[in-house]
C-alpha cells in the first residue's frame, strides 16, 4: 500500500513562506506524476503544482512565480516552496501520486495565512 505523508503546514503572516513536503512510502521513480492540491470548505479541492516522473512542472496561474514545486529522488519526497503567501492561500494541501496501479493521497496538512 502506497503511503504519502504530507508536513510542514502551519500558520504565517501574509508575505511569509512555508515549504511543504510529501515523503512516498517507494521511490518516486515510480509515479507518472506528483501533484499539489489545496481545499478550502465549501470548495472543490483544486490543482495548485504538478511534476513529471522527467521533471515537467506546471503551476495555477494563481500561484506562479510564488510556488515551486521540486523532488530529491534520494529521499522520495516531494516539495512545495511557497512564498509571498497570501490569504488567499489558505487551505488543506494535499499531495496526490499516480502510477499504473492507480492514484494516492496523502492525510492533507494545515496551511493558514493571516492578513
Not at 508536513?7 to 501533484?35: E, N, T, W
Not at 497570501?86 to 499531495?95: H, L, N, R
Request: proline share 1%; glycine share 12%; aromatic share 12%.
Amino acid at each position: 500500500q502506497v503511503q504519502l505523508v504530507e508536513s510542514g503546514g502551519g500558520l504565517v503572516q501574509a508575505g511569509g513562506s512555508l515549504r511543504l513536503s510529501c515523503a512516498a512510502s517507494k521511490s518516486i521513480f515510480s509515479f507518472m506524476a506528483i501533484r499539489w492540491y489545496r481545499q478550502v470548505p465549501g470548495k472543490q479541492r483544486e490543482l495548485v503544482a504538478g511534476i513529471t516522473s522527467g521533471g515537467s512542472t506546471n503551476y495555477a496561474d494563481s500561484v506562479k512565480g510564488r510556488f515551486t514545486i521540486s523532488r530529491d529522488n534520494s529521499k522520495n519526497t516531494v516539495y512545495l516552496q511557497m512564498n509571498s503567501l497570501k490569504f488567499e492561500d489558505t487551505g488543506v494541501y494535499y499531495c496526490n501520486a499516480n502510477d499504473i496501479y492507480g492514484s494516492y493521497w496523502g492525510q492533507g496538512t494545515q496551511v493558514t495565512v493571516s492578513s
